[in-house]
T-cell receptor
Framework: KQEVTQIPAALSVPEGENLVLNCSFTDSAIYNLQWFRQDPGKGLTSLLLIQSSQREQTSGRLNASLDKSSGRSTLYIAASQPGDSATYLCAVSGEVRAGKSTFGDGTTLTVKP | EAQVTQNPRYLITVTGKKLTVTCSQNMNHEYMSWYRQDPGLGLRQIYYSMNVEVTDKGDVPEGYKVSRKEKRNFPLILESPSPNQTSLYFC??????????????FGAGTRLSVL
């Protein structure tokens, strides 16, 4: 059974810092990995999707990398801003049952002005 | 506007009273899925559907039913709700071409309390 772990569970940084969020998964047979953002009381918003054949994806100040063989992904946020404060979740979709998605518990990020 | 719409947003009910949470998407997506989110347990998949009349179990399907009679709708049915089904529920959809889940779009969530 696929298990997804995100470390750290919570992170607090001053504005302007670069930071890295980590996601690891136990079964490397994945089709893709997504990073999401969730604001309190709201739904999830997709940030980046990496196909299993890709190594990284970039969108603005966000960069996500994927090392499928080692079961790891990182989300790099450059020049953090208070508006980046949210919970960040990663999710993997399995190869065999591509509709099956497994989420990590998330990292709650606080960026202090 | 492309969106996934869930109704109701908030629901309080009593044990054993059947209820349905509706989910509708206007993006002509083939893939739809239901999740529940609980403190300390994260987001867990209940059921998903790769297309009309094609559904499969996620990690926590017990106590839930789904149906996919139309492409745009994927209702979640609780035949006999119990207090342990108190949770925040999310519906999601994805283009799902060739049976592959790509970017998932989420609804705003339904907060359910079963007394």
């Amino acid at each position: 059974k696929q298990e997804v772990t995100q470390i750290p569970a919570a992170l607090s940084v001053p504005e302007g810092e670069n930071l890295v969020l980590n996601c690891s998964f136990t079964d490397s047979a994945i089709y893709n990995l997504q990073w999401f953002r969730q604001d309190p009381g709201k739904g999830l918003t997709s940030l980046l999707l990496i196909q299993s054949s890709q190594r990284e994806q970039t969108s603005g100040r966000l960069n996500a990398s994927l090392d499928k063989s080692s079961g790891r992904s990182t989300l790099y946020i450059a020049a953090s801003q208070p508006g980046d404060s949210a919970t960040y979740l990663c999710a993997v979709s399995g190869e065999v049952r591509a509709g099956k998605s497994t989420f990590g518990d998330g990292t709650t990020l606080t960026v202090k002005p | 506007e492309a969106q996934v719409t869930q109704n109701p947003r908030y629901l309080i009910t009593v044990t054993g009273k059947k209820l349905t949470v509706t989910c509708s998407q206007n993006m002509n997506h083939e893939y739809m899925s239901w999740y529940r989110q609980d403190p300390g347990l994260g987001l867990r998949q209940i059921y998903y559907s790769m297309n009309v009349e094609v559904t499969d179990k996620g990690d926590v399907p017990e106590g839930y039913k789904v149906s996919r009679k139309e492409k745009r709708n994927f209702p979640l049915i609780l035949e006999s709700p119990s207090p342990n089904q108190t949770s925040l529920y999310f519906c999601a959809s994805s283009l799902g071409l060739a049976g592959v889940v790509n970017i998932q779009y989420f609804g705003a969530g339904t907060r359910l309390s079963v007394l």
